[in-house]
């Protein structure tokens, strides 16, 4: 018998019909002969609506309530599901994130998965039932309190649980047939993958392809978890997330895809003193500030004046606490000023193949020139080049870059339901 794990994300959930839908095809698989263990999301955009009214009441949510508001999305959708396949007269039970052994660290909204103790669950399999988890919840030991896992973290409520209880798969099941060459709602002819690396899924999650949670992809990385991206809305085999043993031979592609990411700002320190030490007091004063940087350019300094400009990108959501942070070590620094940007866009071409041909960043810096589209900061890994465009460009850059690197797709992908919120 074999161990299966189905996650369903909210746009799989949206409404009674759906949840229906989504039953009859987990109680099919536990007719086929499978242990069943369900990790849904919250129905719809339930997760957004709740956070609107959060602001609606206070401007700062106290983070320990926001998760216990957050959490019950969740619990709605588990005991419907669970209901529903009750009525078809399968045994099922709900469970919690904390009934489930889901514990984490103590940090709210962005908690990460410290152990996993399935017990309870493993008891409801023994019995024959089909277990439905609460996905993005989890429990901290210390505070005794509920956690989030950060925006998407069902996913990775997902593969965690896959991993504890050494699934045979783990199925992400979404609104779309699986992971394409750049989202299927900004790009028509976007082409779905069939077989995609965990390395190159790594580098399209972290910049901003939400069809998979960036922590899902490395902890699946990390436990061998084979994931199956596909669609609820039909049978298609969807994308495997593979992690090719060492000396495996797999084809790559020079681009697997590319992503956008509207969710970062550019701070710039105007001003610098150019001498040794300075980008390391700027950078500790922001990492205890906890800012999470990403891309970092340093001017040439200007030979008059022996100042320089230090830019970097970080979350919008730290651009505030950044700012602060920066403007009390203002004199200690000896920088002149701030400024601050949240209208940028950024964009990133990832592909393994990147490793052994040239040329890919000619290509991509051509492309984005061709459509008038200007470059205000570049980054480049092994397997992704990054760059830094105007936030209202960013659909049209995208769409150009997807086209010259020949990933059109003769067909129009399909986007079956959700709001893309
Ligand atoms: P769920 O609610 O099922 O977790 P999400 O909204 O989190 O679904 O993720 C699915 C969405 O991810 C798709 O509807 C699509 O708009 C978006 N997306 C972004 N990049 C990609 C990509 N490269 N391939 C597929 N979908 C993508
Ligand atoms: N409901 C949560 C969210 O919308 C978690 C998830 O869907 O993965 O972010
Ligand atoms: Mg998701």
Redesign the pocket.
């Known amino acids: 018998m074999s161990l299966i794990v189905q996650k369903?994300?909210?746009?799989?959930v949206a409404d009674a019909e759906s949840i229906k839908r989504v039953a009859k095809r987990i109680v099919e698989t536990r007719r086929a002969g499978n242990d069943v263990v369900v990790v849904v999301?919250a129905m719809g955009d339930t997760t957004d609506e709740l956070l609107d009214l959060a602001g609606e009441v206070t401007p700062f949510p106290e983070p320990r309530e926001l998760d216990m508001l957050l959490t019950a999305g969740e619990r709605i959708s588990m005991a419907l599901l669970a209901m529903t396949i009750k009525g078809m007269g399968m045994d099922a039970r709900s469970f919690t994130g904390s009934q489930a052994g889901m514990i984490t660290d103590s940090q709210h909204g962005a908690a990460r998965i410290v152990d996993v103790t399935p017990v309870r669950l493993r008891e409801a399999l023994d019995e024959g039932s089909i277990v439905i988890v609460a996905g993005f919840q989890g429990f901290n030991r210390d505070s005794r309190d509920i956690t989030t896992l950060g925006r998407?973290g069902?996913?990775t409520s997902a593969v965690a649980l896959a991993a504890a209880l050494d699934a045979d798969m783990c199925e992400i099941?979404?609104?779309?047939d699986?992971?394409?060459?750049?989202?299927?709602?900004v790009v028509k002819k976007?082409t779905k993958i069939d077989r995609i690396t965990a390395e190159e899924m790594l580098e399209?999650a972290a910049a901003g392809?939400?069809?998979l949670h960036l922590r899902a992809v490395e902890f699946a990385r990390r436990h061998g978890v084979t994931l199956h991206v596909r669609s609820s809305f039909n049978n298609s085999e969807g994308t495997l997330v593979v992690n090719p043993q060492e000396g495996e031979n797999v084809e790559e592609a020079i681009i697997a895809?590319v992503?956008a990411d509207l969710s970062e700002a550019k701070i710039t320190v105007v001003g610098v003193p150019d001498i040794p030490g300075k980008a390391a007091q700027i950078f500790t004063i922001l990492g205890k500030a906890g800012a999470n940087i990403d891309m970092i350019v340093q001017n040439v300094s200007a030979a008059e004046t022996g100042l320089t400009d230090i830019s970097f990108t970080l979350p919008k959501a730290q651009g505030p606490s950044a700012l602060q942070a920066l403007r009390a070590e203002k004199d200690a620094v000896g920088f002149d000023t701030l400024q601050y940007d949240d209208q940028i866009g950024k964009l990133a071409v990832v592909g393994a193949g990147m490793r052994s041909n040239a040329g890919v960043s000619a290509q991509l810096f051509q492309a984005l020139s061709d459509a008038g589209i200007n470059i205000e900061m570049i980054s480049t890994s092994e397997i992704r080049i990054s760059v830094v465009t105007r936030a209202d460009t960013i659909n049209d850059a995208v769409r150009v870059v997807h086209t010259a690197f020949g990933l059109d797709g003769d067909q129009d992908a399909v986007?079956y339901a959700?709001t893309?919120r």
Do not use: N
Request: aromatic share 10%.
């Open positions: 369903y994300g909210g746009s799989s999301s998407g069902s996913d099941y979404t609104d779309v699986g992971v394409f060459t750049a989202d299927p709602r976007a399209l392809s939400k069809v895809g992503a986007v959700g893309g």
